[in-house]
């Protein structure tokens, strides 16, 4: 049974940095079609960050070079480094992995809620003014 953990979060103010992880269990981060997702309240989820099997990537144009997604495939773990954060960045944070491999489909499938297979517990990230 896959599962995706994420532990850490956590509260910082504006301009502060956070590293999300979310560790997998019985799912090789290797080449996997992998993604970051947000959810604040009232508001729906959205994708944030995406990281196909090849590399690419996708980032939503609010988080462009202030976030940045990478795997590291000998710890099948999932990363999320926020810089420069802002409070309306504040949300549950969740992690997302799909059971297709390699190169995904359309870059934009990767911020697309309905393409995701495996969803993580979410991590609370609270950015105060």
């Known amino acids: 049974q896959v599962q995706l953990v994420e532990p850490g979060g956590g509260s910082v103010q504006s301009g502060g940095s956070l590293r999300l992880s979310c560790t997998a269990s019985?799912?090789?981060?290797?080449?996997?079609?992998m993604g970051w997702f947000r959810q604040a309240p009232g508001k729906e989820r959205e994708g944030v960050a995406g990281?196909?099997?090849?590399?690419?990537?996708k980032y939503i144009d609010s988080v462009k070079g202030r976030f940045t997604i990478s795997r590291d495939s000998n710890k099948d773990t999932l990363y999320m480094e926020m810089d420069s954060l802002k409070p309306e960045d504040t949300a549950t944070y969740y992690c997302a992995a799909r059971k297709i491999r390699g190169r995904c489909g359309v870059l934009s499938s990767l911020l697309r809620e309905d393409a995701y297979d495996y969803w993580g517990q979410g991590t609370q990230v609270t950015v105060s003014s």
């Open positions: 019985e799912y090789t981060v290797s080449t996997a079609c």
């Open positions: 990281l196909d099997g090849i590399g690419r990537t």
